[in-house]
């Protein structure tokens, strides 16, 4: 073969594309790294990911969901008057809570802090109503609902039980609504 012939079959620095689709014949990483094997094992990964959440959506569907809170003493409830207030935290040292005894005779325990900015909560008894005090937000003493100022979300529900005068917060529920 002339030297011509053979720059003609190894053209390495030909401008044409399509002669230099031959050069990649016998690379192996091809067969490793191509795009049918990654979206192979990208749907494996999926759908592993996916099957790994079955229990938990069963046991949640069931009703079997785990206590993430524990029952926790607040306080006895002799100590606390009527339109009083006392601070806790619940279920965390982290999470401030307020439980209040409010001037209708009635015990109501939120979260502590405000859901617009996280500033503290504060139970008002001349007005009966819990005030954010870093943007004037109201909640409504009752239900948690925001009644005025920046607040859009309610204060989220810390469940109370009184067993021989002593209160005890016993869970927290989300409400949106």
């Known amino acids: 073969m002339t030297n011509e012939c053979k720059k003609g079959r190894n053209l ?4 044409s594309d399509m002669v230099n689709l031959t050069k990649n014949v016998d690379q192996k990483d091809d067969l490793k790294y191509n795009r049918r094997s990654f979206l192979k094992t990208a749907a494996g990964a999926s759908i592993a990911l996916g099957l790994s959440t079955v229990p938990f959506s069963v046991r949640a569907m069931m ?3 785990e206590e993430e809170n524990e029952r926790l003493e607040i306080g006895r409830l002799d100590q606390l008057g009527e339109g009083e207030s006392m601070t806790f935290n619940y279920p965390t040292d982290n999470d401030p809570a307020i439980l209040v005894h409010t001037v209708n005779g009635d015990l109501v325990a939120y ?3 405000c859901t617009h900015l996280m500033c503290p909560v504060f139970y008002k008894k ?3 109503i819990l005030l954010c005090p870093c943007h004037k937000g109201y ?5 948690g609902q925001p ?18 005068g002593i209160v005890y917060a016993t869970g927290r529920k989300y409400r949106h609504g």
Do not use: Y
């Open 12 to 15: 390495k620095n030909s401008k």
């Open 139 to 143: 909640f409504d003493v009752n239900n």
């Open 147 to 164: 009644v005025e100022g920046p607040p859009q979300r309610e204060l989220p529900l810390i469940e109370i039980e009184v067993e021989n």
């Open 111 to 113: 979260n502590s802090a």
């Open 63 to 65: 009703g079997m969901a």
């Open 126 to 128: 001349e007005e009966d």
